[in-house]
């Protein structure tokens, strides 16, 4: 039961973090960013709130299994998966509320070399762990490229 409890305080924290950042890009939304010159590839809006919901799962269940594991490496893979997540959360302050597409470019380009770490680090620690970060990856190569195209065309 108590590992059950770890996972979904995981997820519970991912979810709020992300409520909280999608808070801060709700004006930007508005007003700055439909005004950019996007990607053809851009998804809907409403594509963006779906899976950003499946993977805030996904990286819950994750460092939940992270957290539940008897591994030497367990805490710092744990605290691997916290810096990954501030670096997910700052970008959208700099993208969005900042309106600075640069320093969301370097901040994702720092986001997605932090989960391949943690991918390949939690790995041994825990396989479904690693696995579940993998969409996640697929995810933000897809938004690295959305960020630089805005980057080179605005």
Not at 14 to 27: M, P, R, T
Not at 102 to 124: H, M, Q
Not at 137 to 150: D, E, G, R, V
Request: charged share 10%.
């Amino acid at each position: 039961m108590r590992k059950l409890v770890i996972i979904f305080i995981s997820i519970l924290i991912c979810i709020l973090l992300g409520d909280i950042a999608s808070a801060y890009q709700k004006e930007a939304l508005q007003t700055w960013y439909p005004e950019l010159v996007r990607s053809a590839l851009t998804p809907p809006g409403w594509v963006f709130a779906l899976v950003w919901t499946f993977l805030y799962i996904a990286m819950g269940v994750s460092f939940g299994l992270v957290l539940n594991a008897s591994h030497p490496k367990q805490r710092r893979v744990a605290l691997l998966f916290l810096v990954q997540l501030l670096a997910n959360f700052s970008w959208s302050i700099l993208f969005f509320y900042k309106a600075c597409p640069v320093c969301g470019l370097v901040d994702i380009i720092l986001l997605d070399l932090l989960v391949v770490i943690y991918i390949v680090k939690s790995y041994p620690i825990n396989k479904y762990s690693s696995l579940l970060f993998v969409p996640y990856l697929l995810w933000l190569c897809l938004a690295t490229y959305l960020n630089a195209f805005i980057v080179w065309y605005n």
